[in-house]
């Protein structure tokens, strides 16, 4: 399983918008600039998870940006479903596709649901302040082990 590229960018987008926190808002631009992705793409990811909830918009002089809950209360799982729709790792199980090849003889499709639940569950327990804190580098982490 691998995320779109709009769903890594969004979390990468969401982590620069939490380490925010406290100081003020922030300007799409400006977490453009953090992150190093292309304006257009924030803007459209801004959009995106403005209407999921999770992040605010407000106008005027002082206006910006800002989380829309405390990053503690806002999960990996959060952000890829604002961007992505519901976390489902095949076509059957989310409903997309309603002819399915092999769907009558299928003995897997019951089970999707099951293992669609465990990975949601996997990343609704990573909060977003999780991914804020520094960790160390390979670099260091390999240095320290030899």
């Known amino acids: ?9 969004a979390v ?20 453009a ?3 190093g992705l292309p304006a257009p793409t924030v803007q459209k990811m801004v959009s995106k998870l403005t209407a999921a909830g999770l992040l605010r918009s407000v106008r005027g002089a002082k206006g910006g940006l800002q989380l829309a809950r405390p990053a503690a209360a806002i999960t990996v799982a ?20 309603p002819d399915c090849g092999i769907e009558q003889n299928c003995a ?8 669609n639940k ?3 569950g996997a990343l609704a327990d ?19 082990l030899a």
């Open 1 to 9: 399983m691998r995320l779109s590229n709009l769903a890594d960018y």
């Open 12 to 31: 990468v987008t969401m982590t620069a918008a939490a380490r925010h926190c406290g100081g003020g808002r922030v300007s799409a631009s400006e977490l």
């Open 33 to 35: 600039a953090e992150t």
């Open 78 to 97: 959060d952000i890829v479903e604002a961007i992505e729709g519901p976390i489902a790792l095949t076509a059957c199980a989310d409903g997309s596709t």
């Open 108 to 115: 897997v499709r019951p089970h999707w649901p099951i293992v």
């Open 118 to 120: 465990a990975l949601r």
């Open 126 to 144: 990573i909060p977003l302040t999780q991914l804020t804190q520094n960790i160390p580098s390979l670099e260091r982490i390999s240095r320290e």
